[in-house]
Protein backbone atom coordinates (compact mmCIF):
# COMPACT_ATOMS: atom_id res chain seq x y z
CA UNK A 1 0.00 0.00 0.00
CA UNK A 2 1.37 3.65 -0.94
CA UNK A 3 -0.55 5.27 2.08
CA UNK A 4 -3.48 4.26 4.94
CA UNK A 5 -5.77 6.35 3.66
CA UNK A 6 -6.09 8.53 0.61
CA UNK A 7 -8.34 11.24 0.84
CA UNK A 8 -10.62 12.52 -2.17
CA UNK A 9 -10.77 15.77 -2.28
CA UNK A 10 -9.62 18.88 0.37
CA UNK A 11 -12.30 20.75 1.46
CA UNK A 12 -13.32 20.92 5.19
CA UNK A 13 -14.27 17.67 5.43
CA UNK A 14 -11.48 16.10 3.88
CA UNK A 15 -9.07 18.25 5.83
CA UNK A 16 -10.71 17.57 9.16
CA UNK A 17 -10.25 13.79 8.42
CA UNK A 18 -6.62 14.02 7.30
CA UNK A 19 -5.71 15.86 10.70
CA UNK A 20 -7.16 13.28 12.75
CA UNK A 21 -5.63 10.04 10.61
CA UNK A 22 -2.59 11.88 10.37
CA UNK A 23 -2.29 13.13 13.87
CA UNK A 24 -2.71 9.77 14.98
CA UNK A 25 0.17 7.87 12.98
CA UNK A 26 -1.88 6.95 10.06
CA UNK A 27 -0.18 7.61 6.68
CA UNK A 28 -2.48 10.08 4.67
CA UNK A 29 -2.78 11.57 0.83
CA UNK A 30 -5.18 14.09 0.06
CA UNK A 31 -5.59 14.52 -3.52
CA UNK A 32 -7.31 17.94 -4.59
CA UNK A 33 -6.97 21.00 -6.23
CA UNK A 34 -8.36 23.59 -3.70
CA UNK A 35 -11.20 24.36 -5.68
CA UNK A 36 -13.67 23.71 -2.93
CA UNK A 37 -16.46 25.93 -2.46
CA UNK A 38 -15.23 27.27 0.99
CA UNK A 39 -13.35 30.12 -2.06
CA UNK A 40 -16.79 31.61 -2.30
CA UNK A 41 -17.67 31.23 1.74
CA UNK A 42 -17.45 33.41 4.96
CA UNK A 43 -17.92 31.82 7.86
CA UNK A 44 -19.82 33.78 10.46
CA UNK A 45 -21.23 30.38 12.17
CA UNK A 46 -18.27 27.93 12.84
CA UNK A 47 -18.33 27.76 16.19
CA UNK A 48 -15.17 29.03 17.49
CA UNK A 49 -14.35 31.42 15.36
CA UNK A 50 -16.03 34.49 15.20
CA UNK A 51 -15.53 35.49 11.28
CA UNK A 52 -13.45 34.11 8.59
CA UNK A 53 -13.55 33.71 4.96
CA UNK A 54 -13.77 29.96 3.34
CA UNK A 55 -10.13 31.19 1.78
CA UNK A 56 -8.24 31.97 4.76
CA UNK A 57 -10.21 28.92 6.60
CA UNK A 58 -8.43 26.88 3.84
CA UNK A 59 -5.13 28.03 4.19
CA UNK A 60 -4.89 27.61 8.11
CA UNK A 61 -6.45 23.97 7.56
CA UNK A 62 -4.03 23.11 5.51
CA UNK A 63 -1.17 24.01 7.02
CA UNK A 64 -2.69 22.10 10.31
CA UNK A 65 -3.05 18.94 8.30
CA UNK A 66 0.74 19.08 6.52
CA UNK A 67 2.04 20.32 10.10
CA UNK A 68 0.76 16.67 11.16
CA UNK A 69 2.41 14.65 8.29
CA UNK A 70 -0.24 14.18 5.99
CA UNK A 71 0.32 14.90 2.39
CA UNK A 72 -1.48 17.05 0.19
CA UNK A 73 -1.46 16.41 -3.48
CA UNK A 74 -2.51 19.25 -6.38
CA UNK A 75 -3.77 16.47 -8.55
CA UNK A 76 -7.46 15.06 -9.37
CA UNK A 77 -8.83 11.47 -9.04
CA UNK A 78 -9.83 9.66 -12.25
CA UNK A 79 -10.83 6.53 -10.42
CA UNK A 80 -11.36 4.64 -7.54
CA UNK A 81 -11.52 1.15 -7.79
CA UNK A 82 -12.16 -1.55 -5.09
CA UNK A 83 -9.29 -4.40 -4.56
CA UNK A 84 -9.40 -7.38 -2.74
CA UNK A 85 -6.76 -5.66 -0.26
CA UNK A 86 -7.85 -1.80 -0.45
CA UNK A 87 -8.17 0.63 -3.03
CA UNK A 88 -6.58 1.42 -6.14
CA UNK A 89 -6.84 5.26 -7.00
CA UNK A 90 -6.13 6.24 -10.39
CA UNK A 91 -4.92 10.35 -10.99
CA UNK A 92 -4.88 12.72 -14.05
CA UNK A 93 -1.31 11.79 -14.87
CA UNK A 94 -2.45 8.02 -14.80
CA UNK A 95 -0.51 7.23 -11.52
CA UNK A 96 -1.93 4.61 -9.89
CA UNK A 97 -1.74 4.57 -6.01
CA UNK A 98 -2.94 2.13 -2.96
CA UNK A 99 -4.38 2.54 0.37
CA UNK A 100 -6.89 0.15 2.56
CA UNK A 101 -8.99 3.07 3.23
CA UNK A 102 -10.45 5.94 1.14
CA UNK A 103 -12.81 8.53 1.75
CA UNK A 104 -15.01 10.47 -0.42
CA UNK A 105 -15.02 14.41 0.10
CA UNK A 106 -15.29 15.40 -3.69
CA UNK A 107 -18.46 17.58 -3.15
CA UNK A 108 -22.22 17.85 -4.68
CA UNK A 109 -21.04 16.77 -7.96
CA UNK A 110 -19.65 13.12 -6.79
CA UNK A 111 -18.45 11.76 -9.77
CA UNK A 112 -16.43 9.27 -8.15
CA UNK A 113 -19.24 7.81 -5.72
CA UNK A 114 -21.48 7.84 -8.91
CA UNK A 115 -19.04 6.36 -10.95
CA UNK A 116 -18.35 3.74 -8.23
CA UNK A 117 -22.89 3.00 -7.80
CA UNK A 118 -22.61 4.27 -4.31
CA UNK A 119 -26.24 4.03 -3.96
CA UNK A 120 -27.73 7.81 -3.84
CA UNK A 121 -31.00 9.67 -2.38
CA UNK A 122 -31.92 13.13 -3.13
CA UNK A 123 -29.62 14.51 0.06
CA UNK A 124 -27.03 12.63 -1.34
CA UNK A 125 -24.47 9.90 -1.09
CA UNK A 126 -26.05 7.34 1.54
CA UNK A 127 -23.77 6.72 4.60
CA UNK A 128 -24.33 5.85 8.18
CA UNK A 129 -23.59 8.07 10.91
CA UNK A 130 -19.27 7.91 10.63
CA UNK A 131 -19.96 8.13 6.62
CA UNK A 132 -19.19 4.50 5.75
CA UNK A 133 -20.81 3.65 2.63
CA UNK A 134 -20.86 0.34 3.12
CA UNK A 135 -17.77 -0.36 1.00
CA UNK A 136 -15.48 -1.89 3.61
CA UNK A 137 -13.11 0.91 3.71
CA UNK A 138 -14.63 2.92 1.78
CA UNK A 139 -16.76 6.33 3.39
CA UNK A 140 -17.97 9.33 2.09
CA UNK A 141 -18.32 12.97 3.88
CA UNK A 142 -19.36 16.13 3.11
CA UNK A 143 -21.30 18.49 0.49
CA UNK A 144 -21.85 14.69 -1.10
CA UNK A 145 -24.08 13.44 1.41
CA UNK A 146 -25.51 16.89 2.51
CA UNK A 147 -26.19 17.95 -0.90
CA UNK A 148 -29.24 20.71 0.20
CA UNK A 149 -27.57 21.12 3.74
CA UNK A 150 -23.66 21.85 3.60
CA UNK A 151 -21.99 23.77 6.32
CA UNK A 152 -18.18 23.60 6.80
CA UNK A 153 -19.03 22.48 10.53
CA UNK A 154 -21.09 19.78 9.68
CA UNK A 155 -18.41 18.87 6.31
CA UNK A 156 -15.58 19.06 9.36
CA UNK A 157 -17.54 16.99 11.80
CA UNK A 158 -18.24 14.58 9.58
CA UNK A 159 -14.56 14.21 8.45
CA UNK A 160 -13.31 13.84 11.67
CA UNK A 161 -16.52 10.71 12.41
CA UNK A 162 -15.16 9.12 9.29
CA UNK A 163 -11.56 9.65 10.69
CA UNK A 164 -12.32 8.01 14.19
CA UNK A 165 -14.59 5.39 12.92
CA UNK A 166 -11.26 4.25 10.61
CA UNK A 167 -8.37 4.34 13.80
CA UNK A 168 -11.40 2.28 15.54
CA UNK A 169 -11.15 -0.04 13.19
CA UNK A 170 -7.43 -0.58 12.96
CA UNK A 171 -7.05 -0.17 16.80
CA UNK A 172 -9.73 -3.07 17.10
CA UNK A 173 -11.72 -0.79 19.71
CA UNK A 174 -13.42 1.98 19.62
CA UNK A 175 -10.89 5.44 19.23
CA UNK A 176 -10.69 9.04 21.18
CA UNK A 177 -9.09 11.45 19.84
CA UNK A 178 -9.02 13.75 23.04
CA UNK A 179 -5.81 15.98 24.31
CA UNK A 180 -5.32 17.81 27.33
CA UNK A 181 -3.50 20.71 28.41
CA UNK A 182 0.36 19.77 29.62
CA UNK A 183 0.58 20.12 33.07
CA UNK A 184 2.30 22.77 35.28
CA UNK A 185 5.10 22.17 37.47
Known amino acids: MDKQ ?3 VGDGPGALSAALFLAKNGMSVAVYGQDKTAMHWALLNNYLGIPQITGTEFQEVAREQVTAFGADLH ?3 VEQVEQKAD ?3 VTLADDTV ?3 AYVVLAEGKGALIATAMGLPKNDSGIIVDRNGFTGVDGLYAVGRGTKIHRSQAIISAGEGAAAALDILSREHGKDFNDFDTPPKED
Request: glycine share 8%.
Open 5 to 7: VII
Open 74 to 76: DMR
Open 86 to 88: GFA
Open 97 to 99: HTA
